[in-house]
C-alpha cells in the first residue's frame, strides 16, 4: 500500500514511517519540519519538499489522491511548544485537521486522526472512550484544539463523507522523541545526561502510562487496517503506570547520572496542577479487541532508546556522524 504521513518528520509520525517502510509499503511524509527534522526520516520515504498543512492543500492534493490511506499526526505538540506558538497550534490542529480531512474525503482515502488522552481532562481513571466531554474535562487550550479536530472527523464521518478512525495516544514514549518542546522523559533523560537537577515539577506522585513508539505505531497501522474501527475513537496505550517520581529515579540508574532528583513547586513553574491530573491510565479492551493488541516493548526499553537519541542530540551538529541515530 501507499500511506501518506502528515507529521510524518517528527517523533511518532517518523516512527511510523519507518514501520510502514520496513513492511515494504510506500510512503510519503507531509511535514513542515516545524518540530520535525529530516534525519528522522528512513530511506525510501517519498518527501516533496517542507510542506504546511494550512497553506498548502493544493501541493497535497496530488499525494493524497494517490495514497491507499491517510494517517494525521502534524499538529502543534508539547508544553512548551504549545505555550509559546498558542494560536499557530489551535490553527494547526483544528484547521489543518479539517484540511487533511478534506482531502481525503474528496479522494475517498480512509483517514486515522492522532488524537490526545489530554482529551480527557482531569477526569479519573480506568479511561474508557466514551468518558471525555468539555462538560467532564477541564481542558488545556491543546486538549481542546485535539477535541475539536475529533469532533471535525466525526462530523465528516457520520455524514458519509469519509471513512475516519480516531487514536487517542497516550504518553508515547521512545527513539526519536526530543526534550526540545517540554516532554517529560526526554527532559529527564538530557538532565540525567548532563548531571543537572532532573527536576519534577510538584511532588511527583502523578501516575501516568507510558507506551513505546514501536507498539503505538504498529497499533495505529492495525487500526488502520481494520474496518471495524471506522467511525471509533480508540485509546491507545500501555495500562501500566509509574508515578512521575519513579521515573525520574528509573532515568537516574538507567544513566547511571549523579544527577539531584529535585521538586520545584507548581507555583514556581508555568504549569498548573490543576490541569495536571493525579492519574491518567487508559482502558485498552477496545484496542485489544479490534487488534489483539500486546505491548511488545517495556519502559526500560524506551529509556534506553530515549538515551540514544538524546546522546546524539546533545552532540553539536558538527560532531554528528551519519547514522549514528537508533533506528
Ligand atoms: N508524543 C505523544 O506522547 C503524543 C500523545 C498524544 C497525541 N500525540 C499526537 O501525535 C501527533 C504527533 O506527535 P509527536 O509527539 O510526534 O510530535 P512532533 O512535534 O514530533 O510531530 C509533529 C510533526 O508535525 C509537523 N507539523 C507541525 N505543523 C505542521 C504543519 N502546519 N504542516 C505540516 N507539518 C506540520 C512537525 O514538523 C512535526 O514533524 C500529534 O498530532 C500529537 O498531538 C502525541
Given at each position: 500500500m501507499r500511506a501518506l504521513v502528515t507529521g510524518g518528520a517528527g517523533f511518532i509520525g517518523s516512527g511510523l514511517a519507518h514501520a510502514l517502510v520496513a513492511q515494504g509499503n510506500d510512503v510519503v511524509v507531509i511535514d513542515d519540519l516545524s518540530t520535525g527534522a529530516l534525519r528522522n526520516l528512513p530511506s525510501g520515504v517519498i518527501y516533496p519538499g517542507p510542506l504546511d498543512i494550512l497553506t498548502d492543500a493544493p501541493r497535497i492534493d496530488p499525494y493524497v489522491a494517490s495514497a491507499d490511506c491517510v494517517f494525521h499526526l502534524a499538529g502543534g505538540v508539547g508544553v512548551e511548544y504549545v505555550l509559546k506558538n498558542s494560536v499557530r497550534t489551535i490553527a494547526i490542529n483544528v484547521v489543518g485537521t479539517e484540511v487533511m480531512i478534506s482531502l481525503a474525503a474528496m479522494h475517498r482515502k480512509p483517514f486515522l486522526l492522532a488524537s490526545t488522552s489530554e482529551v480527557y481532562g482531569n477526569a479519573f481513571g480506568p479511561?474508557?472512550?466514551?468518558?471525555?466531554?468539555e462538560e467532564t474535562s477541564s481542558l488545556t487550550p491543546y486538549a481542546r484544539s485535539k477535541w475539536q479536530a475529533e469532533q471535525i472527523a466525526l462530523a465528516y464521518h457520520a455524514r458519509g463523507q469519509a471513512s475516519v478512525v480516531i487514536v487517542r495516544l497516550f504518553n508515547v514514549v521512545g527513539a526519536r522523541q526530543t526534550w526540545r518542546y517540554g516532554m517529560v522523559l526526554p527532559t529527564f533523560v538530557k538532565q540525567a545526561l548532563q548531571g543537572s537537577d532532573i527536576t519534577i515539577f510538584g511532588r511527583g506522585d502523578n501516575r501516568r502510562s507510558f507506551i513505546d513508539v514501536r507498539d503505538a505505531v504498529s497499533s495505529m497501522v492495525e487500526t488502520m487496517q481494520t474496518t471495524a474501527g471506522r467511525g471509533e475513537v480508540i485509546n491507545i496505550g500501555s495500562n501500566d503506570s509509574v508515578s512521575i517520581a519513579e521515573l525520574a529515579g528509573r532515568i537516574k540508574r538507567a544513566v547511571r547520572s549523579t544527577s539531584r532528583i529535585v521538586h520545584i513547586p507548581y507555583r514556581e513553574t508555568y504549569r498548573s496542577s490543576h490541569l495536571n491530573p493525579h492519574e491518567r491510565i487508559p482502558e485498552i479492551s477496545k484496542l485489544i479487541a479490534l487488534t489483539g493488541f500486546r505491548r511488545r516493548y517495556t519502559l526500560e526499553d524506551s529509556i534506553t532508546d530515549a538515551v540514544s537519541y538524546v546522546s546524539y542530540e546533545l552532540v553539536p551538529t558538527d560532531h554528528r556522524h551519519r547514522g549514528a541515530v537508533v533506528g
Open positions: 479511561l474508557s472512550e466514551g468518558l471525555a466531554s
